[in-house]
T-cell receptor, first 117, second 114 residues
Framework: AQKITQTQPGMFVQEKEAVTLDCTYDTSDPSYGLFWYKQPSSGEMIFLIYQGSYDQQNATEGRYSLNFQKARKSANLVISASQLGDSAMYFCAMREGHYDYGQNFVFGPGTRLSVLP | DTEVTQTPKHLVMGMTNKKSLKCEQHMGHRAMYWYKQKAKKPPELMFVYSYEKLSINESVPSRFSPECPNSSLLNLHLHALQPEDSALYLC?????????????FGQGTRLTVV
């Protein structure tokens, strides 16, 4: 069963505008972490932001913020003031907290963001 | 140092060759991962090492053989690969326990099997 859903295969945004990338997840574990990664064409996966299931506030990291709605099981990424260098593939990922070591990160299918000049 | 280093960056190999991919991290992470990523797809987990012991093997064919010689190094030995094994191979590491520890990824090895 698909645990992470990203319904937007591709998105376009004008430079300097804000954009929201959607992510919904499915888990029965009360303890989990949600992550967003950026993958430029070079291939490297770059960690952007993390949200824990028990965190009371939405995570923010510079121009990135995470709109966490626990009851809806959604963790949307908001990028403010888009830059041309933000053009990349974006993956939402989840890690469940079984407290076993070496648990897997499950990735969504990704959203390709293109920033237009 | 928040870096995961993978070598080589590109590899072309024949179906009868034996080659190895290498991954190194010096962040003191005790979990290390191999992922395979096909074009326009998300990474798929292959193996997880935790405290230098193989903890997850996602039914990967035996032509892929992982090795963790010490806590900083992770190898993936390749033998008799098929053209469909051509992909980007990503190494990652993370602290434990889960869930609130992000994985740091290397730049990947782009493998082409001819």
């Amino acid at each position: 069963a698909q645990k992470i859903t990203q319904t937007q295969p591709g998105m376009f945004v004008q430079e300097k505008e804000a954009v929201t990338l959607d992510c919904t997840y499915d888990t029965s574990d009360p303890s989990y972490g949600l992550f967003w990664y950026k993958q430029p064409s070079s291939g490297e996966m770059i960690f952007l932001i993390y949200q824990g299931s028990y965190d009371q506030q939405n995570a923010t990291e510079g121009r990135y913020s995470l709109n966490f709605q626990k009851a809806r099981k959604s963790a949307n990424l908001v990028i403010s003031a888009s830059q041309l260098g933000d053009s990349a593939m974006y993956f939402c990922a989840m890690r469940e907290g079984h407290y076993d070591y070496g648990q897997n990160f499950v990735f969504g299918p990704g959203t390709r963001l293109s920033v237009l000049p | 140092d928040t870096e995961v280093t993978q070598t080589p960056k590109h590899l072309v190999m024949g179906m009868t060759n034996k080659k190895s991919l290498k991954c190194e991290q010096h962040m003191g992470h005790r979990a290390m991962y191999w992922y395979k990523q096909k074009a326009k797809k998300p990474p798929e987990l292959m193996f997880v090492y935790s405290y230098e012991k193989l903890s997850i093997n996602e039914s990967v064919p035996s032509r892929f053989s992982p090795e963790c010689p010490n806590s900083s190094l992770l190898n993936l030995h390749l033998h008799a690969l098929q053209p469909e094994d051509s992909a980007l191979y990503l190494c990652a590491s993370s602290q434990d326990p889960p869930p609130n520890t992000e994985a740091f990824f290397g730049q990947g090895t782009r493998l082409t099997v001819v």
